[in-house]
């Protein structure tokens, strides 16, 4: 079945960076578009990044010119640079694959962020 395996979630103080990793297993993944969501206590789930099979990236504004989305096809793996990091940016974050109109979903990995 597929799985989608986050990590690399943490306390980091504000301006700081921390990196996330997502491995896929069970999916053709350089045929699946990915994306990172985030979802803060009380909020929605909302889009971060994504990036295509063809690796097209898109940015939520809140997040451009801070975190960085990329994809290593040879790993299985999507990554979330993110840099100067803000407490606002702290939530659960998602990993998402979406293959042929479905979409799977990883368990999440927590990102605090201390002022």
């Known amino acids: 079945q597929v799985q989608l395996v986050e990590s690399g979630g943490g306390l980091v103080q504000a301006g700081g960076s921390l990196r996330l990793s997502c491995a896929a297993s069970g999916i053709i993944f350089s045929y699946t578009g990915m994306g990172w969501y985030r979802q803060a206590p009380g909020k929605q789930r909302d889009l971060v990044a994504t990036?295509?099979?063809?690796?097209?990236?898109n940015y939520a504004d809140s997040v451009k010119g801070r975190f960085t989305i990329s994809r290593d096809n040879a790993k299985n793996t999507v990554y979330l640079q993110m840099n100067s990091l803000k407490p606002e940016d702290t939530a659960v974050y998602y990993c998402?694959?979406?293959?042929?109109?479905?979409?799977?979903w990883g368990q999440g990995t927590q990102v605090t962020v201390s002022s």
């Open positions: 990036i295509t099979s063809g690796g097209t990236t």
């Open positions: 998402k694959g979406r293959l042929r109109g479905y979409d799977y």
